[in-house]
């Protein structure tokens, strides 16, 4: 570099400063700009309203305002989702609790590390006009596939009036299936879910007889993910909570704006996103505080009870969840709106 001979030694001192100063900022633009790698996470989900929020905050980029890249892998069976997971597959996977107890045994166990909603009227039992009430139930045919969330939704009504899993017979049938066997009269009634639930009761002149809502129900929807994983990445999980609750922050805020990217997204309409989303309590601050200060190991051994009493889903039942508060607790400590 040649100086002008007229600059002082104070000054060239002053000079070579200044340029090291400017050259450090350079490197550090470098390292922490454009041109380094976010960490990232790859998320299996299926199309439950309440996990569609996640397609929001991906299109808003607020997984990249929190340093990470999500990979939303889609999937129509849940326990192929959460079996993904367990074995490596996937980094973490939007699944109902009922579904991650059921996983396949593997090398880990599962962990459940955030509760993206909990069903709040958007899961019930549609009958037919001859049975008016839940109690009605006894000794009729329910439409329901064993060990999915319609089995679990069918034992937490029945336990609310209290009914044995065996004072029904269950016709174990996908969702649609159910439908079209209670319009043909072969079954009583079925478990289906919103807005079906609501379509179905009037078509056939029958009647909704039980909702998630009447009870603080067990339909638990959340994230879960490997024990091994959770423990060594607290960190990413913890950015991936702070996007997630400003995407919950934005349906409160801007609803608006959410639906309408969520119903682009799914090739939906605005209005019906906004209505599927209507039957689920948020999961946002005050909700995952609340299960993860006890609800959630509750609501686990209620399930189990559950399960263990109706032995015809012939899951094996994974007791030894884990329910990883760390990465939660940190992110509600953190958010701010």
């Given amino acids: 570099m040649m100086v002008p001979k007229k600059i002082r030694s104070k000054q060239l001192s002053q000079f070579l400063l200044v340029c090291a100063f400017v050259l450090s900022l350079v ?3 470098c390292l922490a700009g454009g041109n380094r ?6 998320v299996g989900m299926n199309n439950w309203p309440g996990y569609m929020v996640a397609l929001y905050a991906k299109e808003a980029g607020l997984f ?9 892998v889609r999937f129509t069976n849940q326990q192929d989702n959460i079996r993904a997971t367990i074995r490596g597959s996937l980094d973490a996977s939007f699944v109902p ?7 396949d045994p593997g090398n880990d166990r599962p962990a459940y590390v955030m509760v993206a909603d909990i069903s ?7 009958a037919r006009s001859s049975v008016p009430s839940v109690k009605d139930l006894r000794g009729k045919t329910v439409a329901a596939k064993l060990g999915t969330v319609s089995h679990l939704i069918l034992l937490e009504a029945l336990q609310s009036q209290q009914l ?9 049938v996908s969702n649609d299936i159910a439908v079209q066997l209670l319009a043909q009269g072969e079954v009583d009634a079925a478990v289906v879910w919103e807005p079906l639930l609501s379509e179905t009761a009037a078509k056939i002149k029958g009647k909704v007889i039980f909702t998630t809502k009447d009870v603080d129900s067990l339909v638990i929807d959340g994230l879960a993910t490997r024990a091994s994983f959770a423990a060594d990445h607290q960190a990413e999980l913890t950015q991936l909570m702070l996007a997630w609750l400003d995407a919950i922050h934005a349906v409160d805020t801007q609803p608006d704006r959410v639906f309408a990217s969520i119903a682009h997204q799914l090739g939906q ?9 209507s039957g689920l309590l948020k999961g946002g601050v005050e909700l995952n505080r609340r299960m993860f200060e006890g609800r959630l190991e509750a609501a686990k051994n209620e399930i189990v009870q559950l399960l263990k009493l109706d032995p015809r889903h012939r899951q094996v039942i994974r007791e030894d969840i884990k ?3 760390g990465p939660m607790m940190t992110a509600i400590e953190q958010w701010k709106p």
């Fill in 27 to 29: 490197i550090h633009g």
């Fill in 37 to 42: 790698e976010l960490p990232t996470l790859r």
């Fill in 64 to 72: 990249q305002k929190r340093g990470l890249q999500v990979e939303l």
């Fill in 97 to 103: 609790l009922w579904e991650a107890m059921q996983v």
């Fill in 120 to 126: 709040h009227g958007s899961d019930g039992i549609v």
């Fill in 164 to 172: 044995k899993p065996t004072d029904v017979k269950i016709k174990d």
């Fill in 269 to 277: 309409t605005p209005a019906s996103v906004a209505k599927d989303y």
């Fill in 323 to 325: 329910f990883d508060r």
